[in-house]
């Protein structure tokens, strides 16, 4: 079974300057990997996602995100970051060999962009 | 891009009551849709995998008697929530799969408040 683990929960961070959200997972069989956005009492919007290919993942809003295998990482990075996107960042894998297709989540991390 | 339509984003009912949600997957066929619920500040916590024309598959946990799932068409799941309880108050998110792209679309969630 997948699983992914985001360890900051909370990162605080100043208007313009950069920023790198943690994402980790394990799982068996090989994966795919988002990232999605919620602003308060909003649904999910999807930021990027690594199917397969490069590894370097670029996405909407500035986001980028990396694969890497050997470190079961998909970090989500933004080299200048705007207040606008404070907001709960998830990450979130689902199982590439068909059998469930579920989406699994991470617990989130608050992006909170100060002035 | 697909487009995840739930209905209605807010709704306020008294205790013992039943609440429909509906989730409607508006420019795309969905075979599998997934219901998930988020409580204040955690994350998304996957209910149930709903495949159209056959029994809802639940996560464990999840009473099925008390979360009706049916996914009647291509387009249409929806999620009642049984004789509902102050505790089944909650965010309730559902998502798509797009066939064959990798992707999940998601709804905008909806509010449920039982008083």
């Known amino acids: 079974a997948q699983s992914v683990t985001q360890l900051d929960s909370q990162v605080p961070v100043f208007e313009e300057a950069p920023v790198e959200l943690r994402c980790n997972y394990s799982?068996?069989?090989?994966?795919?990997l988002f990232w999605y956005v919620q602003y308060p009492n909003q649904g999910l919007q999807l930021l990027l996602k690594y199917l397969s290919g490069s590894t370097l993942v670029k996405g909407i809003n500035g986001f980028e995100a990396e694969f890497n295998k050997s470190q079961t990482s998909f970090h989500l990075r933004k080299p200048s970051v705007h207040i606008s996107d404070t907001a709960e960042y998830f990450c979130?894998?689902?199982?590439?060999?068909?059998?469930?297709?579920?989406?699994?989540f991470g617990t989130g991390t608050l992006l909170a962009v100060q002035p | 891009g697909a487009v995840v339509s739930q209905h209605p984003s807010r709704v306020i009912c008294k205790s013992g009551t039943s609440v429909k949600i509906e989730c409607r997957s508006l420019?795309?066929?969905?075979?599998?849709m997934f219901w998930y619920r988020q409580f204040p500040k955690k994350s998304l916590m996957l209910m149930a995998t709903s495949n159209e024309g056959s029994k809802a598959t639940y996560e464990q946990g999840v009473e099925k008697d008390k979360f009706l799932i049916n996914h009647a068409s291509l387009t249409l799941s929806t999620l009642t929530v049984t004789s509902a309880h102050p505790e089944d108050s909650s965010f309730y998110i559902c998502?798509?799969?797009?066939?064959?792209?990798?992707?999940?679309?998601f709804g905008s969630g909806t509010r449920l408040t039982v008083v």
């Open positions: 998502s798509a799969m797009e066939g064959g792209s990798g992707g999940y679309t």
């Open positions: 799982s068996s069989v090989s994966v795919y």
């Open positions: 420019d795309f066929q969905a075979t599998t």
């Open positions: 979130a894998v689902s199982d590439l060999d068909g059998a469930t297709n579920k989406l699994i």
